[in-house]
T-cell receptor, first 111, second 114 residues
């Protein structure tokens, strides 16, 4: 079983749509969770950390369900510029901030 | 704007050769991690350096080695290159090795092995 699993997509949505991505992780001892965004042939960039109580940053909302070992990212009012690969990331508890990445979910927002 | 810089940006090598990739961490960051990202995959952890010592290693063979210098810059060396080593190599720095410290990536070095 992969440490971090994501639906690869692609998710093709129209501008203005709401889209949600899910991710599951295997190590129940993981304590840090993030969503990164990666544009084609560029480096991953931190989108947001994910906190136990859930958190929001503008149009983006992240949720964590520790019992189910499940993380989600909701994007409201999608923009063309949101088109990217979204990487779900958790820490390896053996190494503090060694981060384990999922393979990513591709989002394509179309006009 | 990321403070992590990597060089070179692109590199083409032949199978069996050796390569050295370089990384300067963001100002104030004392931890450097290296990742390999193959096409269509997420980044895979190679190793991490904290205060010039290796602090964890992923599932990569010994021909992948690294160094961290007193100014916290770092090198990744790969010997006896194989075709499967073709990938984007990412360096990331962070403030500490503790949990909750997100990584800040450089632009990466795209290595092609022919």
């Amino acid at each position: 079983r992969k440490e971090v699993e994501q639906d690869p997509g692609p998710f093709n949505v129209p501008e203005g749509a709401t889209v949600a991505f899910n991710c599951t992780y295997s190590n129940s001892a993981s304590q840090s969770f993030f969503w990164y965004r990666q544009d084609c042939r560029k480096e991953p960039k931190l989108l947001m950390s994910v906190y136990s109580s859930g958190n929001e940053d503008g149009r983006f909302t992240a949720q964590l369900n520790r019992a189910s070992q499940y993380i989600s990212l909701l994007i409201r009012d999608s923009k063309l510029s949101d088109s990217a690969t979204y990487l779900c990331v958790v820490n390896d508890p053996e190494y503090g901030n060694k981060l384990v990445f999922g393979a990513g979910t591709i989002l394509r927002v179309k006009s | 704007e990321t403070g992590v810089t990597q060089s070179p940006t692109h590199l083409i090598k032949t199978r069996g050769q050796q390569v050295t990739l370089r990384c300067s961490s963001q100002s104030g960051h004392n931890t450097v991690s290296w990742y390999q990202q193959a096409l269509g995959q997420g980044p895979q952890f190679i190793f991490q350096y904290y205060r010039e010592e290796e602090n964890g290693r992923g599932n990569f063979p010994p021909r992948f080695s690294g160094l961290q210098f007193p100014n916290y810059s770092s090198e990744l060396n790969v010997n006896a290159l194989e075709l499967d080593d073709s990938a984007l190599y990412l360096c990331a720095s962070s403030l500490a090795i503790g949990e909750g410290s997100p990584l800040h990536f450089g632009n990466g070095t795209r290595l092609t092995v022919t």
